[in-house]
Nanobody, 115 residues
Framework: EVHLVESGGGLVQPGMSLRLSCAAS????????MYWVRQAPGKGLERVSH????????WYADFAKGRFTISRDNHKNTVALQLSSLKTDDTGMYYC????????RGQGTQVTVSS
């Protein structure tokens, strides 16, 4: 059974940084693309970034380019998302997922950016 647990969210001011982490179990982690998706209040799921199984190929949504960095550790079965220069629009629940649509995702970690 796929099990994903996100952590690292919090309340920060604009311009600050957060590091989100996702611990994965129950599947062959090093064979899967891993995704970060987010959901802002009142909106649908939005893809943020993904990384290929070996970590050489990454993709970012336009709003994430230059500010967010995805990485993974296949020895520890974890995937991380470094958030920098955060904006109020980045507020939302952040999930890691094993599918592009985000249907198989964890419980999420809340990121709130507010002054």
């Amino acid at each position: 059974e796929v099990h994903l647990v996100e952590s690292g969210g919090g309340l920060v001011q604009p311009g600050m940084s957060l590091r989100l982490s996702c611990a994965a179990s129950g599947f062959a982690f090093n064979s899967y693309y891993m995704y970060w998706v987010r959901q802002a209040p009142g909106k649908g799921l939005e893809r943020v970034s993904h990384i290929n199984p070996h970590g050489e190929i990454t993709w970012y949504a336009d709003f994430a380019k230059g500010r967010f960095t995805i990485s993974r550790d296949n020895h520890k079965n974890t995937v991380a998302l470094q958030l920098s220069s955060l904006k109020t629009d980045d507020t939302g629940m952040y999930y890691c997922a094993i599918d592009e649509a985000g249907t198989q995702r964890g419980q999420g970690t809340q990121v709130t950016v507010s002054s």
